[in-house]
């Protein structure tokens, strides 16, 4: 897969909607009964695979009306902690220390 950083929004939607309709497609499923599955009307889903713009909430009902919500936490993977960040910060602080000179008054 090339890489997509060089590709413009109009670029990048095209190829979602190209995938979108590819996966359409291996299921054996129409434009009309996969928008009927969705929620959505045909001209909605027909603007989504054509790239021509759509809304998330489309594209979501579609990637569920096909059974797809599972690839769905590669588009914004969870952030983790890198192991290196962890050697190069300093140890987390046990405790908080009161500052030098104020003491309270036990009554």
Known sequence: MADSS???IQELQTQLGNSIQMLRLSRNL???STAERA???EKA???LESGRGSTIETF???LKALD???GLDLLVPTPTVS???LL????PRQRVRRASGTRTRVS
């Open 45 to 47: 889903l027909r603007n």
């Open 30 to 32: 129409d434009q009309v």
């Open 60 to 62: 979501l009902r579609v």
């Open 6 to 8: 060089f590709k413009s």
């Open 88 to 91: 190069r910060s300093s140890k």
């Open 39 to 41: 929620g959505i009307s």
């Open 68 to 70: 797809s919500l599972d």
């Open 83 to 85: 192991p290196l960040a």
